[in-house]
C-alpha cells in the first residue's frame, strides 16, 4: 500500500513537498514515480526514481522539483519549488517492481493547489 500526503494550497513561487509512504517489505525492489491528473486530462508522469536512485522529470517540471527516495523509511519524497498555477492537480504516488511489472500500486490522490 502507498499513502500519499503533504498536498494543500500554496501561492504561485511557493513550495511544495509530497511524501508517499509504502507499507510491506521489498521496497527497495520498486521503482517509484509521482504523477498527476487534471480533470479532463490524462494522467501525466512528473517524476520518476529509479530502485538505484536515478531520477528523471517531466520537461515543464526540470529544475523545479526534485525527488529522493529513502528505502530504509519506505519512503519517496518530491520537493516542489518555484510553483505554477499549471501544477494544480492531484498527484499520485506510483510503484512498480523492477522485475516483475504487474506488482504495481497506486497511492490514493493528494490535491495541490498552486493560487493566490
Known amino acids: 500500500q502507498l499513502q500519499a500526503s503533504g498536498g494543500g494550497l500554496v501561492q504561485p513561487g511557493g513550495s511544495l513537498g509530497l511524501n508517499c509512504a509504502a507499507s510491506?517489505?521489498?521496497?527497495?525492489?520498486?521503482?517509484m514515480a509521482w504523477y498527476r491528473q487534471v480533470p479532463g486530462k490524462q494522467r501525466e508522469l512528473v517524476a520518476f526514481?529509479?530502485?538505484?536512485?536515478?531520477?528523471n522529470f517531466a520537461d515543464s517540471v526540470k529544475g523545479r522539483f526534485t525527488l529522493s527516495r529513502h528505502n530504509a523509511m519506505h519512503t519517496v519524497y518530491l520537493q516542489m519549488n518555484s510553483l505554477k498555477p499549471e501544477d494544480t492537480a492531484v498527484y499520485y504516488c506510483?510503484?512498480?517492481?523492477?522485475?516483475?511489472?504487474?506488482?504495481?500500486?497506486w497511492g490514493q490522490g493528494t490535491l495541490v493547489t498552486v493560487s493566490s
Open positions: 506510483y510503484a512498480r517492481h523492477k522485475d516483475y511489472y504487474s506488482r504495481a500500486f
Open positions: 510491506g517489505t521489498a521496497f527497495s525492489m520498486y521503482n
Open positions: 526514481i529509479s530502485t538505484s536512485g536515478s531520477v
